[in-house]
């Protein structure tokens, strides 16, 4: 166990439907970033949040969205789901940024659009 | 941010050492190297990090040369356990992300 948990584990949706995939940063960890990984693009960074705050966003589609909120957990939203969304979700923490020392992924959610 | 190239597969046998080199000639002064390792359907996990000569740690070591334009993961006595995707990142000191490349896959063999 990491200590960054993700929720729901795996989740199956249609298209166009919207859905929120929820991260809990390790105990102290002010930093959350969101990773989308598709079998076809490697890992890639979406977004980052410290403290609440947003502060690098990555290829983040328009359709997407995240907040942290005060208890510092995230959420990563995703609206009018198309197959291409299909991907395993990381969100990974870090007690500040930058993150030097590395950063600790949860185990993902994986997210399969029908 | 440094664009970092390593090779995209390697196998190794059992008990071998198994070096995988990243070439990143772009490498700025306030860049680090580090590097993740990868099992299927897991998250990333931060194996070691390193800004110049070399560090050692209970899992693996890291050789940076004094151009910092290459360093080189070195993976003692692997395992069948070892098979995974190893990624190599340069993080620039101010900055907030991570850019994962393609990784190098290791399979380790019997």
């Known amino acids: 166990d990491s200590g960054v948990t993700q929720t729901p584990k795996h989740l199956i949706t249609a298209t166009g439907q919207r859905v929120t995939l929820r991260c809990s940063p390790r105990?102290?960890?002010?930093?959350v970033y969101w990773y989308q990984q598709s079998l076809d693009q490697g890992l890639q960074f979406l977004i980052q949040?410290?403290?609440?705050?947003?502060?690098a966003k990555g290829n983040i589609l328009e359709r997407f969205s995240a907040q942290q909120f005060p208890d510092l957990h995230s959420e990563l939203n995703l609206s009018s789901l198309e197959l291409g969304d299909s991907a395993l979700y990381f969100c990974?923490?870090?007690?500040?940024?930058?993150?030097?020392?590395?950063?600790?992924f949860g185990s993902g959610t994986r997210l399969t659009v029908v | 941010l440094a664009k970092t190239t390593q090779p995209i597969s390697m196998d190794s046998y059992e008990g071998q050492e198994v070096n995988i080199t990243c070439s990143h000639n772009n490498i700025a002064t306030n860049d680090y190297i580090t590097w993740y390792q990868q099992f299927p359907s897991q998250g990333p996990r931060f194996i070691i990090q390193g800004y110049k000569t070399k560090v050692t740690n209970e899992v693996a070591s890291l050789f940076i040369p004094a151009d910092r334009k290459s360093s080189t993961l070195s993976l003692p006595r692997v395992s069948l356990s070892d098979t995974a995707v190893y990624y190599c990142l340069v993080l620039t000191s101010g900055t907030y992300k991570y850019i994962f490349g393609t990784g190098t896959r290791l399979k380790v063999l019997a």
């Open positions: 990974a923490s870090s007690p500040r940024p930058p993150s030097l020392g590395g950063y600790t």
């Open positions: 949040y410290y403290n609440g705050e947003e502060r």
């Open positions: 105990s102290g960890d002010l930093s």
